[in-house]
């Protein structure tokens, strides 16, 4: 249940939110999120419903499984499932490119739409795909996604630039003067330290989360965190559960390691004939997503504890939401986006000011916009 006070607060503000990849349901499952869709955690009903008025949808074309000669046309699919949806709910939702239009859309009770890509591997190379990319509307890059592409390292891929090569500092300045925020989110450290010390603009981590309470590799620590500070920036607090809480994250991998050890068993003591071993993968699969399902979730107030560990690191001015929503797993409590006006009951709780709740709903996302993204 939410206050009356916290309700007022919530939806008279700005709520931006850094990265959803809900475009995955219109590009990838011809689900329209324009209506009400049980399985997306975030459609305009739902938008609305939590009063989440600013949304920066995420283009991906995955490096996983994506041939790379496919990567622009795949980045280019999910533009169109964004455009088509700005084109079928004209009353509902309406493309942003600044904050300026932010402040526009608002003003006719719309809801603002704002485009982004993830993963630098999306522009092959090519800074002429990166400024028609600018020029359909993207208005943030994470330089890499997990893997390192032709010109940086990504956190989970091989070290190869040793952070950006010459050609990567050339875009991140060719992403300042277009107007396209530099988004560190999914990078690895040396990426991140050269990205800061080339950029002439504030960076963005549009959905990363604390290192000092989860270790997750994809969070930021308080040095990165203060560096974003004193570059202007701000961080979009991921609520991926394993982004969010150690012990779940460290449950979460030492069941998938002790299911590829049964699996890989399994497939050893398997003697043709003999028995089925697709059955037997299938039987130990299900044992260890049971297994697996009795670890219990973190809590949506823990998304809080985040937030708070960075405003005490940085201050309230660097700290903002980016949900990751239909993107990662989500705590028991935040579901959808409907639950967002929780975060901001909590805040009041935990005696933030209204002032600076509105800050790290919205505020210092649209300082940066208004920094950013200009030419
Ligand atoms: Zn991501």
Known sequence: MISEKASDLHFSSVVVDTHSDSLVWPTRHSVDIGVRQQQAQLDLPKM?????????????????????KKVVQVTLDYMDSFHTLMANYPGHIEQASTADDVRRIRDFGKLAAILCVEG????????????????????????????????ADGVLGEPTHLG????????????????????????????????????????????????????????????????????????????????????????????????????????????????????????????????????????????VDHIDHMVTVAGVEHVGLGSDFDGATMPEGMEDCTKVPLITQELLKRGYTDGDVRKILGENFMRVMDAGMGI
């Open 48 to 68: 609305n419903e939590g009063g989440q008025n600013v949304q920066f949808f995420a283009c991906f074309a995955s490096p996983s499984w994506i041939p790379k």
């Open 120 to 151: 630098g591997h999306s522009i092959d190379g090519d800074l002429s795909i990166l400024r028609m990319y600018h020029h359909l509307g993207a208005r943030y890059m994470t330089l890499t996604w997990n893997n390192t592409n032709g010109w």
């Open 164 to 303: 950006l090569s010459n050609f990567g500092k050339e875009v991140v300045l060719e992403m300042n003067r277009i107007g396209m925020l530099v988004d560190i989110s999914h990078v690895a450290p040396s990426t991140f330290w050269d990205a800061i010390n080339t950029t002439r603009k504030p960076v963005i981590a549009s959905h990363s989360s604390a290192k000092a309470i989860c270790a997750s590799p994809r969070n930021l620590d308080d040095e990165q965190i203060r560096a974003v500070r004193d570059n202007g920036g701000v961080i979009g607090v991921n609520y991926e559960v394993t982004f969010v809480n150690e012990a779940y994250r460290l449950a979460k991998d030492s069941v998938a390691v002790e299911k590829q050890e049964s699996l890989k068993k399994a497939r050893k003591d398997f003697k043709s004939g003999s028995e089925d071993l697709l059955n037997v993968e299938t039987e130990i699969e299900k044992k260890f997503e049971e297994k697996f399902a009795e670890v219990s979730k973190p809590k949506w107030e823990e998304i």
